[in-house]
Antibody, heavy 127, light 110 residues
Framework: QVQLVQSGAEVKKPGSSVKVSCKAS????????ISWVRQAPGQGLEWMGG????????NYAQKFQGRVTITADESTSTAYMELSSLRSEDTAVYYC????????????????????WGQGTMVTVSS | QSALTQPPSASGSPGQSVTISCTGT?????????VSWYQQHPGKAPKLMIY???KRPSGVPDRFSGSKSGNTASLTVSGLQAEDEADYYC??????????FGTGTKVTVL
């Protein structure tokens, strides 16, 4: 049974960075497509980007380009999401999720059909 | 890229059907069959209910069905049950923006 287990809650100062981990158990991690989705308190879902570890290259939503870095370590079956220049609006629950790649004109452009989710990591940005 | 438009709320009595719409443009919902639907109970992670417009993952009851017409996708829940009360989100591939989610719909079972 495939499971995704995320790191614990974080409290950060504005302007700092946060790195959240997502460890997979079961299945073949390298072939997964792992995405990161966030949800601000009382708000909807927002896709941030994703990666297929075996390829190593991440795809990011335009909104987060330059501020988010998604990586994966095949040796530990762990994906990471690092968000920099934090502001109060980044306060949210951050989820990792396994999905399927969407292949469009420019190759893999996004991910979809998230069938397995991590438990979520609350990140609070406050001075 | 704005979020896809969903009605804020929908409701129905047990046993009835409820349909939730998800409206986008020809650059997302209308142009591609990468539309998914998620159910989210309070304090829980979302759960995939429908993918690629109308496909149901293993384990999802056939009371849940998806469809699309033009720029609008729909999720229908037939035979409403108390446990169907939750928030529902659609998502779609969007050109140049990757994946976009809908604004969310709160379904209430009366």
């Amino acid at each position: 049974q495939v499971q995704l287990v995320q790191s614990g809650a974080e409290v950060k100062k504005p302007g700092s960075s946060v790195k959240v981990s997502c460890k997979a158990s079961g299945g073949t991690f390298s072939s997964y497509a792992i995405s990161w989705v966030r949800q601000a308190p009382g708000q909807g879902l927002e896709w941030m980007g994703g990666i297929i570890p075996i390829f190593g290259t991440a795809n990011y939503a335009q909104k987060f380009q330059g501020r988010v870095t998604i990586t994966a370590d095949e040796s530990t079956s762990t994906a990471y999401m690092e968000l920099s220049s934090l502001r109060s609006e980044d306060t949210a629950v951050y989820y990792c999720a396994r999905g399927q790649p969407i292949i469009a004109a420019a190759g893999i452009e996004a991910f979809d059909a998230f069938d397995i989710w991590g438990q979520g990591t609350m990140v609070t940005v406050s001075s | 890229q704005s979020a896809l438009t969903q009605p804020p709320s929908a409701s129905g009595s047990p046993g009835q059907s409820v349909t939730i719409s998800c409206t986008g443009t020809s650059s997302d919902v209308g142009g591609y069959n990468y539309v998914s639907w998620y159910q989210q109970h309070p304090g829980k992670a979302p759960k995939l209910m429908i993918y690629e417009v109308s496909k149901r993952p293993s384990g999802v009851p056939d009371r849940f069905s998806g469809s699309k017409s033009g720029n609008t996708a729909s999720l229908t829940v037939s035979g409403l049950q108390a446990e169907d009360e939750a928030d529902y989100y659609c998502s779609s591939y969007a050109v140049k923006h990757g994946l976009v989610f809908g604004t969310g719909t709160k379904v209430t079972v009366l």
